[in-house]
């Protein structure tokens, strides 16, 4: 099999982002508040899977929103929800304006992977209600679905992509990818929608060019959000769209609005905006490798993770599981850490092709 290797240097890292996941512990805020004579329905809280959830959740949000049949209604954010809620509420027949302190690509959901993650850090097991892996697996299946629309679509806003997980071990040992200590305990529901999920498939020894005794190969969704924002902003400027750049101080300031229906996606903002500190921050940075169009895979090996976007060549570590960055708020962008993950990636392709082992720390 003919794959190209990824040319992992740090001299190719030419930038580096950090994003702040929106987490809720009892899962996303999609309840209906009245504000006087306006009504808001939340749409915030999606943790690490907002663009994998966004259809299905804003599709709650607008059902929530349309109740009251406005002509009209006003939806606060530009990122994944937002613009997902705004043009589903377009479809629904409204006539929309989106308030935002910032548009896409400066809004916070720019700066994810896009991978399709759908229960990454979305709630504690112990906090998520009784409905909640219900309503997850709804979001996850509507979202999904609305996805297809998006693939093979020139500028591919939605792909899908073959990813290998390279391992010392067989995924039927207990050590495999084992989990760092997971105090909080997130809750996990993939196993819900398994069958829209591909199974890892163990490759046979020397059918890829990676030099590893275990090489898992799977398949799944990926979102080149440069182009898929793009995609949507468009769309919904075409559907007649409004977009006014504005800053809300406090929820009262909604009542000042012409619209007397809000969908409210402030995303990590709802913290200040809200003052809701169910809201935790949870720090995730990435590396930007210089693209290579060629490389057409994504790659898992030691808790780093690759994901070859049409922008850039995502990199991140992900050393301490869904703890990482937990409760941390700082956006500055940490080189170090990058430069690591590069050149443990590095490693992978000194041996590209070649025979040597990959074991941890055995390395010859
Ligand atoms: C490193 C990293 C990687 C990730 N990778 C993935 C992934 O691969 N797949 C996935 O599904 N999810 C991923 N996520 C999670 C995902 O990015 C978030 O869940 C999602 O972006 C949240 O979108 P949002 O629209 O709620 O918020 P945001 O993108 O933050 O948008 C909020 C909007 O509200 C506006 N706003 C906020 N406050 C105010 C105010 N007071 N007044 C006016 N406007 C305001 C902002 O300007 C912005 O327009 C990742 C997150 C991180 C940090």
């Known amino acids: 099999m003919s794959l190209a290797p990824l040319r992992a240097s740090v001299d190719r890292l030419f930038d580096l982002t950090v994003c702040l996941r929106p987490f809720r512990a009892a899962g996303p805020r999609l309840t209906v508040e009245r504000l006087g004579d306006v009504l808001v329905a939340h749409n915030y809280g999606h943790g690490g899977s907002g663009w994998s959830l ?5 599709a709650i ?5 349309m109740s009251a049949s406005p002509s009209a209604v006003a939806v606060v954010g530009c990122g994944a929800l937002g613009l997902t809620s705004a043009l589903l509420a377009q479809r629904a027949g409204a006539k929309v304006t989106i308030y935002a302190r910032e548009l896409l690509p400066q809004t916070r959901s720019a700066r994810a ?15 998520a209600g009784p409905g909640f892996a219900a ?3 709804q979001m996850a299946r509507t979202s999904f679905k609305t996805y297809r629309n998006y693939l093979g679509l020139p500028g591919a806003p939605v792909e899908w992509l073959d990813r290998y997980v390279l391992s010392d071990v067989s995924r039927d040992d207990p050590t495999y990818r084992r989990q760092p200590s997971d105090p909080l305990g997130f809750a996990e529901y993939h196993d819900r929608i398994s069958d829209i999920t591909s199974k890892p498939e163990l490759m046979p020894q020397g ?9 898992y190969r799977s398949s799944s969704m990926m979102f080149n959000i440069a182009d898929y924002g793009h995609t949507l902003l468009t769309d919904f400027l075409t559907a007649g769209g409004k977009i006014i750049q504005t800053e809300f101080h406090e929820p009262s300031d909604l009542t000042r609005l012409a619209e007397k229906v809000v969908i409210n996606c402030p995303g990590y903002g709802a913290r200040a905006l809200w003052r809701d500190e169910s809201i935790v921050p949870v720090r995730g940075q990435i590396g930007w490798l210089i693209p290579q169009p060629e490389v057409r895979y994504g790659l898992f090996y030691q808790d780093v993770s690759i994901l070859p976007r049409r922008d850039g060549i995502v990199v991140q570590a992900v050393e301490g599981g869904d703890m990482k960055g937990y409760g941390n708020d700082n956006e500055t962008p940490d080189r170090e850490e990058s430069e690591r993950a590069v050149r443990t990636i590095a490693n992978v392709y000194a041996r590209f092709g070649g025979r040597s082992a990959l074991h941890a720390g055995s390395e010859t």
């Open 54 to 58: 966004s259809w299905g959740s804003s």
């Open 61 to 65: 949000a607008v059902q929530n929103a």
């Open 113 to 127: 992977t896009g991978s399709w993650t759908p229960d990454s850090r979305i709630a504690l097991q112990s906090a």
């Open 135 to 137: 309503m997850w697996e």
């Open 207 to 215: 059918s890829t060019p990676f030099d590893a005794p275990f090489v």
